[in-house]
């Protein structure tokens, strides 16, 4: 089955976590959400696990407008993993992790000062 996740948020200090396929294998997922403009100190982490074919695609878009945001994306198992992170603030950190048997595309946009950004791929 696929599987799509679509968050907006407004405000500060909110924790968001979303696990998906960790219990079963999905097919295409698709993950978007915004942190819209003054979203400060708000932390986001997304865990993908699928076993599903190959052939699926896992695209996730997070679109973040804030200072002091924490985002974790962690891809894993088959499928091409995409993520696209687009950041407008200041002192984000990054974590990114693509760890599996296909194909992987990480973006990575930022307007500001002193983010902490680590990027893992590994096909």
Do not use: W
Not at 82 to 87: C, K
Request: zero cysteines.
């Amino acid at each position: 089955d696929d599987v799509h996740i679509t968050e907006t948020t407004i405000g500060n200090s909110n924790n968001t976590t979303y696990n998906v396929g960790t219990a079963a294998s999905v097919s295409d997922v698709d993950i978007d959400v915004v942190f819209n403009s003054g979203a400060d100190s708000n932390t986001l982490i997304i865990n993908e696990n699928s076993s599903a074919s190959t052939n699926t695609d896992k695209d996730t878009n997070v679109t973040v407008t804030g200072d002091s945001n924490t985002i974790t994306i962690t891809h894993q198992g088959a499928a091409h993993h995409n993520t696209t992170l687009t950041h407008v603030g200041a002192s984000g950190t990054f974590v990114i992790t693509q760890d599996g048997n296909n194909a992987s595309d990480v973006v990575l946009s930022t307007n500001g000062a002193g983010h902490s950004v680590t990027i893992t791929s590994d096909d």
